[in-house]
T-cell receptor, first 113, second 114 residues
Framework: GNSVTQMEGPVTLSEEAFLTINCTYTATGYPSLFWYVQYPGEGLQLLLKATKADDKGSNKGFEATYRKETTSFHLEKGSVQVSDSAVYFCALSVGGSARQLTFGSGTQLTVLP | NAGVTQTPKFQVLKTGQSMTLQCAQDMNHNSMYWYRQDPGMGLRLIYYSASEGTTDKGEVPNGYNVSRLNKREFSLRLESAAPSQTSVYFC?????????????FGPGTRLTVL
């Protein structure tokens, strides 16, 4: 089956620190990969995505590269801000007409001023 | 556009009571989904509807039923609520059949079963 393993949290950083959240996956087939973000009290929003090997998704200073050889999609940001405090979810989808998402368990990020 | 809307936002039930969670989207999407979110477990798919008129079980369907009322609306029903169904429920929608398609999520319904 499909599964996503995400770096355990919570993660606490100072403003302007470098962020890495690890994500690895197993999938039957060739997945598309996603990072979603959930701000307090809200639903999930797509942060970035990559649909094939070696693609780099990027948005709002966050980046992640689809690494097929290591089955990974790690999220990075060079300088975090207080406003980046949220829960981050790695997810994948494989084929099918409905493109169901399989999620990791989420990583809580807190950025301190 | 409102995107994906869900009602109610909060609900408290007693064990054995029933209720229906409502979801609607105005993006003309074909596919709709119901997830539950529990601490430390991410989101798990309950049911989905690939297109109007079809529904299928996801990872955790037991204790739930769904209805795809029309293209816009997809409801989730708890016939006899149990404490194990205490969770936050999210509805989502997407365009079907497109690689890397994004799912758009509603704001969630926080359900407590006593």
């Amino acid at each position: 089956g499909n599964s996503v393993t995400q770096m355990e949290g919570p993660v606490t950083l100072s403003e302007e620190a470098f962020l890495t959240i690890n994500c690895t996956y197993t999938a039957t087939g060739y997945p598309s990969l996603f990072w979603y973000v959930q701000y307090p009290g809200e639903g999930l929003q797509l942060l970035l995505k990559a649909t094939k090997a070696d693609d780099k998704g990027s948005n709002k200073g966050f980046e992640a590269t689809y690494r097929k050889e290591t089955t990974s999609f790690h999220l990075e940001k060079g300088s975090v801000q207080v406003s980046d405090s949220a829960v981050y979810f790695c997810a994948l989808s494989v084929g099918g007409s409905a493109r169901q998402l399989t999620f990791g368990s989420g990583t809580q990020l807190t950025v301190l001023p | 556009n409102a995107g994906v809307t869900q009602t109610p936002k909060f609900q408290v039930l007693k064990t054995g009571q029933s209720m229906t969670l409502q979801c609607a989207q105005d993006m003309n999407h074909n596919s709709m989904y119901w997830y539950r979110q529990d601490p430390g477990m991410g989101l798990r798919l309950i049911y989905y509807s690939a297109s109007e008129g079809t529904t299928d079980k996801g990872e955790v369907p037991n204790g739930y039923n769904v209805s795809r009322l029309n293209k816009r609306e997809f409801s989730l029903r708890l016939e006899s609520a149990a404490p194990s169904q205490t969770s936050v429920y999210f509805c989502a929608s997407s365009e079907a059949g497109r690689g890397g398609n994004e799912q758009f999520f509603g704001p969630g319904t926080r359900l407590t079963v006593l």
